[in-house]
């Protein structure tokens, strides 16, 4: 767990990056195959993508968890991870935005 | 089926739970009441599908009261079980459970509430 | 009214009334042994505690009340003692309708009710405390 968190904060490239938090996010994320992604805009929609059906398997679980019986740590797995690749997500998004302001900014 | 609301369907859990608490506690306060009966609340699933219950206009108790016009109702429970000589049917041991129940069904509705607006308000911010 | 304040007003009563069943049963063993002054006259009588259940309409809530507290008209044993200054002209003086025992028993179950209740407020206070806390930012 450590491991991957330190691989994370010195990942070199996005692919990197993506497998980093996806082995910190744990088996709750429906794995993409980032292995031998290079295209940048495929990596990133990936991310996203990680996001939204965590998302939703958190919110489909929590609405069978209001309803009735469901398995308590189950539920609790399933938003924590969301929230979990729902921050990555938010981090990886303010840093594209940073870049591309930096890129912007820089003299012709 | 339609998408629901979560937090709609959090806030009414919550209000179901509440109207619950209140008729464990209504039982447990008259556990040494002579002819008492036991009260609950119809099960979630029924106040959802919005069927109010047929109401069982035979048992001369049967008082159906709610604090909105919903199918969440206090009423008396029928029951099987043979009655102390005074007429009590409470069961202290069965309301505390009960009471266990909708304390843990509360401390996870209140978790998810939490959890899913936390994110909410990260991803607008 | 808010279902959860009303339960905490239930319970309340719930508290309330086993208090006074208690206050009754300690009146009781007080007396166990508490004769008239005169010969012929007539010791403590036991007394007996009613609830009843009050319906509150509009949320549901069945408080509970202490209807009546009546005196148990039980005969009263006779025992023998002669130099007793209730003494009749045979030697018995009348002791009180109360069975220590009984009294014991309805002790440990007004306890148990009472420690339900307890636990009964507890909990309201909890929801309601955890609802609030849901504006509580972290």
């Known amino acids: 767990m450590i491991d991957s968190l330190a691989a994370v904060g010195r990942a070199a490239s996005p692919a990197s990056l993506l497998d980093g938090l996806a082995t910190i996010s744990g088996p709750a994320l429906k794995p993409v195959n980032v292995a031998a992604e290079t295209s940048f805009s495929a990596a990133l929609s990936s991310v996203s993508q990680n996001a939204v059906s965590a998302l939703r398997n958190a919110e489909g679980l929590s609405l069978k968890a209001l309803q009735g019986d469901m398995d308590t740590r189950e539920v609790v797995d399933a938003v924590m991870s969301a929230e979990q690749t729902l921050q990555a997500a938010i981090a990886i998004r303010d840093k594209i935005v940073t870049a591309y302001l930096e890129v912007s900014r820089m003299a012709i | 089926m339609q998408p629901v609301n979560l937090f709609a369907l959090a806030s009414q859990q919550a209000r179901w739970l ?3 608490q209140t008729a464990v506690s209504s039982n447990i306060a008259n556990a040494n009441t002579p002819g008492y009966g036991t009260v609950d609340v119809e099960p979630f699933q029924a106040v959802l599908d919005q069927t109010r219950v047929a109401m069982r206009a035979t048992h001369p108790q049967h008082i159906a009261v709610g604090a909105t016009a919903d199918a969440l109702s206090v009423r008396q429970v029928d029951e099987s079980r043979p009655l102390m000589p005074s007429g009590n049917t409470v069961v202290l041991e069965q309301e505390l459970m009960k ?9 996870m509705n209140t978790a998810i509430v939490k959890a899913f607006h936390r994110m909410l308000m990260m991803t607008t911010r | 009214m808010d279902p959860l304040i009303s339960s905490l ?18 009146e009781n063993l007080a007396n166990a042994q508490s004769t008239g002054n005169f010969p012929g006259a007539d010791p403590y009588q036991r007394k007996t505690i009613t609830f009843t259940a009050e319906l509150d309409r ?4 069945r408080m509970v009340e202490v209807s009546a507290i009546a ?3 039980t005969a009263f044993p006779s025992e023998f003692q002669p130099g007793h200054e209730a003494a009749d002209e045979l030697g018995y ?3 009180p309708n109360v069975n220590v025992l009984v009294e014991m028993a309805d002790m440990r179950e ?4 009472y420690e339900a209740n307890l636990q009964s407020i507890k909990q309201a206070r909890e929801l309601i405390s955890m609802t609030i806390d849901l504006l509580r930012s972290q």
């Open chain 2, 99 to 107: 009471s266990g129940e909708v304390r843990r069904s509360m401390e």
């Open chain 3, 58 to 61: 509009l949320s549901g809530a």
């Open chain 3, 110 to 113: 007004a306890n148990r009710s």
């Open chain 3, 71 to 73: 005196n148990d008209r």
């Open chain 3, 93 to 95: 003086v009348k002791m």
């Open chain 3, 9 to 26: 007003k239930v319970a309340a009563s719930g508290l309330g009334a086993q208090s006074e069943r208690l206050r009754v049963v300690s």
């Open chain 2, 18 to 20: 509440s109207v619950r």
